[in-house]
């Protein structure tokens, strides 16, 4: 367990984010969609770099490479085509209805029932999620315990820091996770305000496991809030919100849920909103303080016109279609989907001679699989040539392994449309791109 000691911003982070940034254009290829040219009016010209001999084309999209890097992820057409939708007043009555219809699906997504949960969706990206929880239900001096498995989990900690929180880090070994006993003597050891937990840390496809920590936590230590990062898990992995009596989930809209990235989207248990109501001192934040933002969700679910700050119509448009595409079938068939095409994914892996950085088959995650390199291959040289093929996947993030690795995402469309090939296709190209850089299976 790590104390973590920085007072204020921690400038490292900021640096390692920029890292990060270069290690995703290290695949070398510009998305050919990335112009700011509406959806409806793109030409079908190809990027450079991209072989015509290995088409992708989806429907009314334009021919491109196949984005399956950790999120954002690829996009459905008629996602992308409700963000064409004219301008609207953000008070009007059609865009109200439109954003009140997208809070109350979002229950039904996160599964809860339970009138006091509360539903969240704030123009940001998925880390103003993390804002959200350290600035409302933390207080200056509160202990707040993080489980990190990576990147992510080490972000959270950052991000409570800054809030002035009393931040306990616990970290299991790259490409494992903290486990149960040793996290409920930590429970026991000190009263805690918040746990946090990521359930798939993206920097290394590690999946935790939520229920079993959720019933833990409320035996040893009941008054703690147990809240999940759950960015690179909502809608790809489960996540009964009321039945496994989570308290926080903060999740982000261009992963899973397949819709432009852009909103920050939230559910609050009512013992959440009750903790952030009996703060003493306010929320040292502005934009991202509950109280601002409670009265509105509440009034546009209620259809009823209210303004803090302006919404973006034409993403809650997208996120609408998107939710209303995902619970259209039943959750567990979604999930039964993305298990399916990850257990593939992990078997050709195998089959390959590679390993994953996850190490035990129950830390997997099904929305990605973070891929250890065969010693002779460089991410930098095979990172290309998957791009030539049609195929984006990352580089790694975690610092201790980050040259060592690459990120394959699979969630979303690439995964439940059957008229697309982008996981068949993705494993050919690594196969190939393997061969390429002279790697065979010993
Ligand atoms: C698990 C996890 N948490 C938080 C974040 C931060 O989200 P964003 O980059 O949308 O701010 C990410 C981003 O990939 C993530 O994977």
Same mark, same amino acid.
């Given at each position: 367990?790590?104390?973590?000691?920085?007072?204020?911003?921690?400038?490292?982070?900021?640096?390692?984010?920029?890292?990060?940034?270069?290690?995703?254009?290290?695949? &070398?290829?510009?998305?050919?969609?990335?112009?700011?040219?509406?959806?409806?009016?793109?030409?079908?010209?190809?990027?450079?770099?991209?072989?015509?001999?290995?088409?992708?084309?989806?429907?009314?999209?334009?021919?491109?490479?196949?984005?399956?890097? +950790?999120?954002?992820?690829?996009?459905?057409?008629?996602?992308?085509?409700?963000?064409?939708?004219?301008?609207?007043?953000?008070?009007?009555?059609?865009?109200?209805?439109?954003?009140?219809?997208?809070?109350?699906?979002?229950?039904?997504?996160?599964?809860?029932?339970?009138?006091?949960?509360?539903?969240?969706?704030?123009?940001?990206? #998925?880390?103003?999620?993390?804002?959200?929880?350290?600035?409302?239900?933390?207080?200056?001096?509160?202990?707040?315990?993080?489980?990190?498995? &990576?990147?992510? &989990?080490?972000?959270?900690?950052?991000?409570?820091?800054?809030?002035?929180?009393?931040?306990?880090? !616990?970290?299991?070994?790259?490409?494992?996770?903290?486990?149960?006993?040793?996290?409920?003597?930590?429970?026991?050891?000190?009263?805690?305000?918040?746990?946090?937990?990521?359930?798939?840390?993206?920097?290394?496809?590690?999946?935790?496991?939520?229920?079993?920590?959720?019933? !833990?936590?409320?035996?040893?230590?009941?008054?703690?809030?147990?809240?999940?990062?759950?960015?690179?898990?909502?809608?790809?992995?489960?996540?009964?919100?009321?039945?496994?009596?989570?308290? #926080?989930?903060? @999740?982000?809209?261009?992963?899973?849920?397949?819709?432009?990235?852009?909103?920050?989207?939230? !559910?609050?248990?009512?013992?959440?909103?009750?903790?952030?109501?009996?703060?003493?001192?306010?929320?040292?934040?502005?934009?991202?303080?509950?109280?601002?933002?409670?009265?509105?969700?509440?009034?546009?679910?209620?259809?009823?016109?209210?303004?803090?700050? @302006?919404?973006?119509?034409?993403?809650?448009?997208?996120?609408?279609?998107?939710?209303?595409?995902? /619970?259209? *079938?039943?959750?567990?068939?979604?999930?039964?989907?993305?298990?399916?095409?990850?257990?593939?994914?992990?078997?050709?892996? =195998?089959?390959?001679? /590679?390993?994953?950085?996850?190490?035990?088959?129950?830390?997997? =995650?099904?929305?990605?699989?973070?891929?250890?390199?065969?010693?002779?291959? *460089?991410?930098?040289?095979?990172?290309? *040539?998957?791009?030539?093929? #049609?195929?984006?996947?990352?580089?790694?993030?975690?610092?201790?392994? =980050?040259?060592?690795?690459?990120?394959?995402?699979?969630?979303?469309?690439?995964?439940?449309? +059957?008229?697309? @090939?982008?996981?068949?296709?993705?494993?050919?190209?690594?196969?190939?791109?393997?061969?390429?850089?002279?790697?065979?299976?010993?």
């Amino acid at each position: 367990m790590t104390p973590l000691n920085f007072p204020n911003n921690n400038p490292a982070s900021a640096s390692s984010r920029v890292g990060l940034l270069s290690r995703h254009l290290a695949a &070398g290829v510009q998305h050919p969609a990335s112009s700011s040219t509406p959806i409806a009016f793109l030409s079908t010209t190809q990027s450079p770099g991209f072989s015509s001999s290995q088409p992708s084309k989806m429907s009314s999209q334009p021919e491109h490479p196949a984005l399956l890097i +950790p999120g954002p992820i690829e996009f459905d057409d008629a996602v992308l085509q409700s963000m064409s939708h004219f301008s609207e007043s953000h008070v009007g009555p059609g865009f109200v209805a439109t954003f009140g219809e997208t809070l109350s699906m979002l229950r039904k997504l996160f599964q809860t029932t339970s009138p006091s949960s509360q539903p969240f969706v704030i123009s940001g990206s #998925g880390t103003l999620g993390w804002d959200l929880v350290a600035a409302n239900l933390a207080e200056p001096g509160d202990n707040v315990l993080v489980l990190s498995t &990576g990147y992510f &989990g080490d972000g959270f900690a950052d991000c409570f820091n800054v809030y002035g929180a009393n931040v306990d880090k !616990m970290a299991g070994p790259v490409g494992g996770r903290p486990q149960l006993p040793e996290i409920e003597t930590v429970l026991k050891s000190k009263k805690y305000k918040i746990i946090t937990v990521t359930h798939v840390d993206t920097s290394t496809g590690v999946l935790s496991e939520i229920q079993k920590l959720s019933e !833990m936590v409320k035996s040893v230590s009941p008054d703690t809030l147990l809240i999940v990062d759950g960015v690179c898990s909502v809608a790809c992995e489960e996540i009964a919100f009321d039945a496994w009596n989570v308290d #926080g989930v903060v @999740t982000a809209s261009q992963k899973a849920i397949g819709c432009p990235a852009g909103l920050s989207i939230s !559910m609050f248990s009512g013992k959440a909103i009750e903790a952030f109501k009996a703060r003493k001192s306010p929320p040292a934040s502005y934009f991202a303080s509950m109280k601002n933002w409670m009265p509105i969700m509440q009034n546009y679910e209620a259809k009823k016109p209210s303004y803090f700050a @302006t919404p973006s119509p034409q993403l809650i448009h997208a996120l609408h279609t998107a939710l209303s595409q995902i /619970l259209a *079938k039943p959750l567990s068939e979604r999930f039964a989907k993305h298990k399916e095409a990850s257990d593939r994914i992990k078997k050709a892996v =195998a089959d390959l001679g /590679l390993k994953q950085v996850a190490g035990s088959p129950d830390d997997q =995650a099904h929305g990605m699989t973070a891929i250890y390199l065969p010693e002779s291959v *460089k991410a930098t040289d095979i990172l290309p *040539k998957l791009a030539k093929n #049609g195929i984006i996947f990352a580089g790694g993030i975690h610092k201790e392994i =980050a040259p060592k690795y690459i990120r394959f995402g699979h969630m979303g469309v690439s995964v439940t449309d +059957p008229a697309r @090939t982008d996981i068949d296709r993705a494993i050919e190209a690594l196969k190939s791109g393997l061969a390429e850089c002279g790697y065979q299976k010993a």
